[in-house]
Structures are given as C-alpha cells and as structure tokens.
C-alpha cells in the first residue's frame, strides 16, 4: 500500500490572531476513514542562522522563553515579514537581534516545526564573516543579550543538552556538519 495525502473536505475557523491561527479540518483519510475534528495551528513561515563573525565565533542569543517557561541559548532568527524571501528575512533577523551584517548567505536546512499539526516551515541559514555593522533593533517584546561562542564550545553545549530549542540544535548540526566540524 503506498500513503496518500489526505483529502481535506472542509475547514473551520476557530481562532484568527497575528501569531496564530487554529482551525478544524475534516479529512477523508483516504483509507475509508474521515476524520471530523483535526485541528491545525496556522503559523508564520520562519528563519533561523548559524551566523559566524569574521573571528569564526558563533552568534548565539539568550531570552527568556514564557511558553516554556525557560531562560534559552538559542541562535538568532524569527517571523519571514509578508511576501518578504526567507534569504532577505535572515539577514533582517541578524541586523536587528544582533547589529552584524553578512554578505554570504546559504541556506542549509528546511525543516518543518511540527508537520502533523502545524503549517509552518523555518529556513535556516549558514552565514560566515560577520561584521558588526549596527546597533540591535530589537521589537518591543524582544529582550535579548548577544553572545559569541567558539565552534568548540557550542560543540560542548550540543553535547551537553545545552541547546533547549529543538529548531535551534537541528539547525546547529546542519551548520556544524556543513563547516566539516562533525565527524
């Protein structure tokens, strides 16, 4: 038997906010079963970068996280704004969260958060030779402290379960084993 896509036969609006939206869908399973109530959350596509400055450090962030509740170490990145590239929106990301400017930007990874119940999608980026070009801009809910780490220490944190956010460490092998750094 090979898998087939679901058919969705309807959908409903349960709620409609600027972060978030969650709907109700009824599927035809297409194995004869339909299912009335599967609820999808609708995101934002977002972006994420293994960014190294021009001394090969890595540019980490730190902010608190209230979902989880959590103080993370997490790399930067954030919401793709409207109609904006994903390559334009990294680069946006890093100027405002963290003040570098990059010219070389590659995209290494495309991952979906949670594909059974989201719609989402993050791009995460490889960037080298980072220079600190500008002061952060940071939103109004956005309280966040740069930081800069040697490949050998993030290395270390990977190793340690010191990378909370699950994108975040996905896309820290990503860029660790595109620089040759994983064995």
């Known amino acids: 038997m090979s898998i087939l896509k679901w058919k969705t036969l309807s959908s409903k609006y349960l709620v409609r906010e600027?972060?978030?939206?969650?709907?109700?869908?009824?599927?035809d399973?297409?194995?004869?079963?339909?299912k009335?109530?599967?609820?999808?959350?609708?995101?934002?596509?977002?972006?994420?970068?293994?960014?190294?400055?021009?001394?090969?450090?890595?540019?980490?962030?730190?902010q608190y996280r209230h979902g989880g509740d959590i103080i993370s170490l997490e790399i930067p990145g954030g919401v793709i704004d409207g109609n904006e590239l994903p390559a334009d929106a990294i680069k946006r990301e890093l100027l405002e969260e963290t003040g570098y400017s990059f010219d070389n930007v590659e995209?290494?990874?495309?991952?979906?958060?949670?594909?059974?119940?989201?719609?989402?999608?993050?791009?995460?980026?490889?960037?080298?030779?980072?220079?600190k070009t500008h002061e952060q801009h940071l939103?109004?809910?956005?309280?966040?402290?740069?930081?800069?780490?040697?490949?050998?220490?993030?290395?270390?944190?990977?190793?340690?379960?010191?990378i909370a956010q699950a994108l975040h460490s996905n896309a820290l092998f990503y860029g660790l084993m595109k620089l040759g750094e994983l064995k």
């Open 29 to 34: 399973l297409q194995n004869g079963l339909i």
């Open 36 to 62: 009335d109530d599967y609820y999808v959350l609708e995101y934002p596509n977002w972006v994420n970068a293994v960014a190294l400055t021009a001394e090969n450090k890595v540019i980490m962030v730190s």
């Open 139 to 162: 939103d109004e809910h956005e309280i966040l402290e740069v930081e800069e780490y040697s490949i050998e220490e993030v290395k270390t944190f990977l190793k340690n379960n010191l």
């Open 107 to 131: 995209l290494i990874c495309t991952s979906y958060p949670n594909p059974a119940t989201s719609t989402n999608v993050t791009y995460t980026y490889l960037l080298k030779g980072g220079i």
């Open 18 to 27: 600027k972060w978030a939206t969650l709907r109700v869908d009824v599927c």
